[in-house]
């Protein structure tokens, strides 16, 4: 886990209060902030600015970690959840809807980097394998003879990350 301030909640905060309404709100307090994450990472890819997508991994793997343990709790106390006043359980629902949007469209974005990602790849590689060609074309010498043909080449492309 990083070092950073905005990680420097104890595993104390990991734990919902106890008063039902107050645990809600927290839940919707990591729902906000993870959104805001989601945002800002959407808006990195869609401006192809790969320094700021990945400065924000950290902090998303974390306040993903705390919204999972939140939801883990809110079931766990499904009962007792269940008696909070109708506008935070509102609140909560359209916070949820909007997270299932953001989401989407993060993973839209994500899905065309890797494409363009790839694209740009194929076309490194075909215009290593023309410019290979051009070298291993048949040339002849004043004799008449064929020059040294040079060796082929082999390409691929790992996609580890």
Do not use: W
């Amino acid at each position: 886990m990083s070092k950073d301030p905005r990680f420097e909640e104890s595993r104390m905060n990991d734990i919902l209060p106890r008063d039902p309404e107050k645990a809600v709100m927290d839940v919707i307090n990591r729902i906000k902030r993870l959104i805001g994450v989601y945002e800002r990472e959407t808006a990195a890819l869609e401006q192809s600015d790969i320094r700021t997508f990945s400065s924000l991994q950290d902090e998303k793997i974390h306040i993903a970690t705390l919204y999972e343990s939140a939801l883990r709790q809110i079931i766990s106390r499904r009962a007792e959840i269940s008696t909070i006043n109708a506008h935070l359980k509102s609140q909560l629902r359209d916070l949820q809807e909007e997270f299932g949007a953001i989401t989407r469209r993060n993973l839209d974005a994500l899905d065309r980097v890797g494409k363009s990602t790839k694209r740009l790849a194929e076309m490194i590689i075909k215009s290593a394998c023309r410019d290979l060609q051009g070298q291993n074309a048949t040339s002849y010498t004043e004799a008449g003879t064929t020059q040294e043909r040079r060796a082929g080449l082999s390409i691929g492309i790992s996609q580890s990350a």
